[in-house]
């Protein structure tokens, strides 16, 4: 539990909550592969977007199948602030889960510029409130009632700091004159580097990272700074969204990078580095809000995420690495046991719809009508 790791002064590096008791005497899983089949513990999603209302229900079910749990950001409309908002919406999610699932939701919070120390400290004390979201205000969709200036919420990210209760980042700065490739590199001049210093036992997670730059600044940090990686970072470069005409499916904040950007990428979530791990990012809109004048930022994903990954660390030589990554770190890092079940990917090339439903809209899936080569084997 977040609450658990004691009270701590600002400036004192905590232990992070890592090793953390089994409550079970059973063997963990080993992941096992043959030529045609994988098999895993059951994997986290560490950053997905659930949404509300008859969105969430078209959604939840492709989260429910391939993951055990998974954070849930706070970006509603109105966003997710109170731990009274936090269980409410817990508790529509657990709704809308098919019969006999137990996926667990862990609950975030939005952080404002009202956000109180008193909000913190509920939020620490509670057991499904598992860490706090910082957007820069305006940075990406649902952002308006983010943080304009970072001083203003210093005694909130000391009461975190305190209560061991991570801080998770969308890593971009939103001035105007800094170019939209370059904002993820600024904010961790600018925003991560002087914070990493001025709360030394912080907890952070940089979410969604998309540069060799952020790849570096992680992998060289202390045991308290993590990152997630989703699926289009590791898959794609800029070249996706751009070449051939505007490709509003592949828009997603932050926007992608060159391709040395994803090699770098790929090389640390395939690599030793124990602080990075799997957060898809899947960010449903409509497909008419994407193909649109003005289309939103987000990728949906969800559906076939694990599928992807494999994909990835297939083709880096790195299978062997998936259970790290997708089902271990992530865990650990956030003081959770690790899941006890598994799941199984069977090497079966197989044709995605060109469309899922999505409430009263469709919803166009990253690699729509395309193939996979992997294919999550269902109970
Ligand atoms: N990643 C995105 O492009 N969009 C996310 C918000 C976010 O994670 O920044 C969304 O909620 O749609
Ligand atoms: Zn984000
Ligand atoms: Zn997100």
Redesign the pocket.
């Given at each position: 539990m977040p609450g658990s790791v004691g009270t701590l002064q600002r400036g004192l590096v905590i232990p992070w909550p890592g090793l953390i008791e089994m409550s079970s005497t059973e063997p963990l899983p080993m992941q096992t592969q043959t030529g045609q089949t994988l098999t895993l513990a059951r994997p986290d999603d560490m950053?997905l977007?659930l949404r509300d209302g008859t969105a969430l229900a078209s959604v939840l079910p492709d989260s429910v199948r391939q993951f055990a749990r998974a954070i849930i950001?706070p970006?509603l409309k109105p966003p997710v602030v109170t731990v009274a908002d936090a269980r409410a919406y817990r508790e529509r999610i657990l709704a809308a889960l098919p019969a006999g699932s137990d996926f667990e939701p862990l609950m975030t919070l939005y952080l404002t510029e009202k956000t109180t120390v008193a909000d913190i400290r509920e939020a620490a004390a509670c057991d499904f409130i598992h860490a706090v979201k910082y957007?820069p205000a305006g940075?990406?969709?649902?952002?308006d009632s983010g943080v304009r200036s970072i001083a203003r919420v210093y005694p909130v990210l000391e009461a975190m700091q305190e209560a061991g209760l991570p801080l998770l980042m969308?890593g971009e700065v939103t001035d105007a004159h800094v170019d939209i490739f370059d904002r993820e590199t600024v904010f961790i001049e600018q925003v991560l580097s002087p914070l990493m210093d001025e709360f030394a036992g912080l907890r952070v997670v940089l979410?969604?990272i998309t540069t060799a730059g952020a790849a570096d600044f992680v992998a060289g940090g202390p045991a308290r700074l993590a990152a997630t990686i989703t699926p289009q970072h590791l898959l794609l470069n800029r070249n996706a969204l751009l070449v051939g005409g505007i490709q509003p499916h592949h828009?997603?904040?932050p926007v992608l990078k060159r391709e040395e950007n994803r090699e770098a990428l790929v090389a640390l979530a395939t690599g030793d580095c124990e602080r990075v791990f799997l957060g898809t990012?899947s960010?449903p809109?409509g497909r008419h809000t994407k193909e649109n004048a003005c289309g939103?930022?987000?990728?949906y994903s969800a559906h076939t995420a694990l599928e992807l990954y494999a994909e990835v660390f297939e083709a880096a030589g790195a299978l062997d690495r998936l259970q790290a990554f997708a089902s271990e770190r992530g865990a650990d890092f956030y003081g959770l046991p690790r899941n006890c079940d598994t799941v199984t990917l069977v090497r079966e090339p197989w044709q995605l719809p060109e469309t899922l439903p999505f409430g009263d809209d469709t919803l166009v899936p990253l690699r729509a009508a395309s193939e996979l080569q992997w294919k999550l084997k269902t109970a």
């Amino acid at each position: 539990m977040p609450g658990s790791v004691g009270t701590l002064q600002r400036g004192l590096v905590i232990p992070w909550p890592g090793l953390i008791e089994m409550s079970s005497t059973e063997p963990l899983p080993m992941q096992t592969q043959t030529g045609q089949t994988l098999t895993l513990a059951r994997p986290d999603d560490m950053h997905l977007h659930l949404r509300d209302g008859t969105a969430l229900a078209s959604v939840l079910p492709d989260s429910v199948r391939q993951f055990a749990r998974a954070i849930i950001m706070p970006n509603l409309k109105p966003p997710v602030v109170t731990v009274a908002d936090a269980r409410a919406y817990r508790e529509r999610i657990l709704a809308a889960l098919p019969a006999g699932s137990d996926f667990e939701p862990l609950m975030t919070l939005y952080l404002t510029e009202k956000t109180t120390v008193a909000d913190i400290r509920e939020a620490a004390a509670c057991d499904f409130i598992h860490a706090v979201k910082y957007y820069p205000a305006g940075a990406t969709t649902n952002a308006d009632s983010g943080v304009r200036s970072i001083a203003r919420v210093y005694p909130v990210l000391e009461a975190m700091q305190e209560a061991g209760l991570p801080l998770l980042m969308h890593g971009e700065v939103t001035d105007a004159h800094v170019d939209i490739f370059d904002r993820e590199t600024v904010f961790i001049e600018q925003v991560l580097s002087p914070l990493m210093d001025e709360f030394a036992g912080l907890r952070v997670v940089l979410e969604h990272i998309t540069t060799a730059g952020a790849a570096d600044f992680v992998a060289g940090g202390p045991a308290r700074l993590a990152a997630t990686i989703t699926p289009q970072h590791l898959l794609l470069n800029r070249n996706a969204l751009l070449v051939g005409g505007i490709q509003p499916h592949h828009y997603c904040l932050p926007v992608l990078k060159r391709e040395e950007n994803r090699e770098a990428l790929v090389a640390l979530a395939t690599g030793d580095c124990e602080r990075v791990f799997l957060g898809t990012d899947s960010a449903p809109h409509g497909r008419h809000t994407k193909e649109n004048a003005c289309g939103c930022a987000g990728i949906y994903s969800a559906h076939t995420a694990l599928e992807l990954y494999a994909e990835v660390f297939e083709a880096a030589g790195a299978l062997d690495r998936l259970q790290a990554f997708a089902s271990e770190r992530g865990a650990d890092f956030y003081g959770l046991p690790r899941n006890c079940d598994t799941v199984t990917l069977v090497r079966e090339p197989w044709q995605l719809p060109e469309t899922l439903p999505f409430g009263d809209d469709t919803l166009v899936p990253l690699r729509a009508a395309s193939e996979l080569q992997w294919k999550l084997k269902t109970a």
